[in-house]
């Protein structure tokens, strides 16, 4: 059974920052690429970043957090993170892992994820 388990959020003021993680298991993690979405109250879904296959894959970052977010990925893990620094209101959203079986991960749209975790929410208010 696949299992994705995203952790790491919370309540962070904003210019703070948040690590995510998101934990893997039933799936060969180097098969797949990573995706993180996320979806405020109200809005659509939307893709953030990606990471392909290996552990120093290909990466794409929606424009809104280019510079201020970074994906990673530990194989030997099976864990992928996503650490967001510079936080602003407008981060806020319940934040998603997904995986999908491409070895290139973007475009980060909802349909080519096939494996998604449950979410964590990430509030970025004073």
């Known amino acids: 059974q696949v299992q994705l388990v995203e952790s790491g959020g919370g309540l962070v003021q904003p210019g703070g920052a948040l690590r995510l993680s998101c934990a893997l298991s039933?799936?060969?993690?180097?098969?797949?690429?990573i995706g993180w979405f996320r979806q405020a109250p109200g809005k659509e879904r939307e893709g953030v970043t990606c990471?392909?296959?290996?552990?120093?894959?290909?990466?794409y970052y929606a424009d809104s957090v280019k510079g201020r977010f970074a994906i990673s990925r530990d194989n030997a893990k099976s864990m992928v993170y996503l650490q967001m620094n510079s936080l602003k209101p407008e981060d806020t959203a319940v934040y998603y892992c997904?995986?999908?079986?491409?070895?290139?991960?973007?475009?980060?749209?909802?349909?080519?994820?096939?494996?998604w975790g449950q979410g964590t929410q990430v509030t970025v208010s004073s």
């Open positions: 997904a995986a999908n079986l491409r070895n290139v991960c973007y475009p980060v749209v909802s349909e080519r994820y096939t494996y």
């Open positions: 039933g799936l060969m993690m180097n098969y797949y690429s």
């Open positions: 990471i392909g296959r290996s552990s120093y894959g290909n990466t």
